[in-house]
């Protein structure tokens, strides 16, 4: 981008009294707008979502880690946080970007106002900015690397700003796992969530699995738990001994953020000796794109991703096409992928890899979010489909 730009909705900066927050990109660019949540500033990848709804399930999905999320959809925080719809507590995303102010919550379930729970979470937002003209241009130029910056007196070192966005290496070769990813193993023991009485206790499970933890959503978790699994949470650093030595039945390979070719410097060996155990594997997203990398596949990054919540998807073992939930800004090779590894999904945006899986072994991952949270649930049957996987392997 080459102009500073706002909103249609919102006054023109410099009709502005103060702008209280800015948005600085490595080539210069400045979006002026007002500041929300926390004062302080951030560095990171500018990415953009496009999803209508879940904003508190995104800024608290593990997999943002150094990116600060553009919302497309402009009304966001209309309907307040409450302490239910997060995917983990310790919120990584580094910032939001908005087009419209936050209004009063309107919720039975809001218990807080979504600006005062950015505060909470020591998050940056800024709104009034043209989050469309703003996400033409990732689309068009790639995601580029920026600072988030709030100040309520509207002082902002702007040639600092720019240098410290110059600075950032970006995602490409950044392993962020190791900083999302839980201290010590704990088992889970999460259900679904329903209308009355808010998350249940999973039904009695019938099958050990163990899931590494590069950035798990507990969405993940509680369809794990809700689709018959008693789940043990290992860190990112766990040997293939640590994993083993909870006699497991499956092993899942959770999502995450930062470049899968840098996190599987320490994952993809234990990968790779877990499918030689013969072990029924179900990975997502960053355990789909390490997944192949133990199968011999490559990675490499996408121009602008795939973030939102209307995606559609085929499958090809049914023919069917599924909507699905999204946040990926790297992708698995087809060209790369071996043999025994056939092409099982696809986007039907861009034909990018959405999900494989080995001809000879129990082994499948998905590129997308079946979890959904937020989105469409079209993909449960994934989880089902490893239960079954894992109920087949015990049989023999
Ligand atoms: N949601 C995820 O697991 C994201 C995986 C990886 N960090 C990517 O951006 O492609």
């Known amino acids: 981008m080459t102009a500073a730009t706002n909103s249609a909705h919102a006054p023109a ?4 009294p103060v702008a209280t927050a800015v948005i600085v990109l490595a080539d210069g660019t400045v979006l002026k707008g007002r500041g929300l949540g926390a004062e ?24 943002y880690a150094g990116q600060i999320i553009t919302f497309t959809f402009p009304h966001v925080g209309n309907v307040g946080a409450n302490p239910e719809d997060v995917e983990t507590q310790r919120v990584a995303a580094r910032g939001a970007i908005l087009n419209l102010d936050i209004t009063e919550p309107s919720s039975w379930r809001a218990t807080q106002g979504f600006d005062a729970w950015l505060k909470a979470n020591n998050l940056f937002a800024v709104s009034g900015i043209d989050t469309r003209a ?4 990732i689309r068009d130029a790639g995601a580029p690397n920026g600072v988030i910056a709030f100040n309520a007196q509207g002082q ?15 995602l490409d070769g950044m392993d962020l796992a190791k900083d999302v990813t839980c201290r010590q193993t704990y088992h889970w023991d999460g259900g679904p969530w329903k209308l009355e009485g808010g998350y249940q206790k999973a039904e009695a499970p019938k099958y050990k699995v163990v899931a590494i933890d ?55 060996p234990v ?12 990975g ?15 990675t490499s990054k996408m121009h602008r991703g795939h973030r939102g919540a209307n995606h559609p998807v085929k499958d090809f073992s049914t023919g069917k096409v599924e909507i699905t939930s999204q946040n990926h800004g790297f992708e698995v090779l087809a060209d790369s992928l ?47 489909r490893f239960v079954e996987n894992i109920a087949k392997s015990k049989k023999k």
């Open 13 to 16: 900066s410099d009709e502005m």
């Open 338 to 384: 071996p043999k025994d590894v056939e092409i099982t999904h696809r986007s039907l945006f861009d034909d990018c890899v959405e999900g494989l899986a080995m001809k000879s072994k129990p082994v499948f991952s998905v590129q997308y979010h079946p979890e959904a949270s937020p989105g469409p649930q079209d993909s449960h049957y994934l989880f089902h």
């Open 134 to 137: 703003l996400t033409h241009s």
């Open 214 to 268: 590069y950035g798990a959503k507990d969405n993940i978790l509680r369809c794990l738990a809700d689709a018959g699994c008693d789940v043990t949470v290992v860190p990112a650093s766990a040997s293939t001994e640590d994993v083993l030595r909870h006699k497991p039945d499956g092993v899942f390979l959770s999502n995450g953020p930062g470049d899968p070719a840098a996190t599987g410097q320490y994952a993809v």
């Open 284 to 298: 997502i997203c960053l355990g789909h794109q390490m997944l192949a990398l133990a199968l011999g596949g490559k």
């Open 156 to 170: 902002f070192d702007i040639p600092a700003l720019v240098k410290e966005a110059k600075a950032w290496p970006g």
């Open 40 to 63: 302080g500033k951030a560095v990171g990848e500018i990415c953009f979502n496009t999803s209508m709804t879940g904003y508190q399930e995104i800024m608290t999905d593990p997999s």
């Open 271 to 282: 990968i790779k000796d877990l499918i030689a155990k013969d072990l029924p594997i179900f």
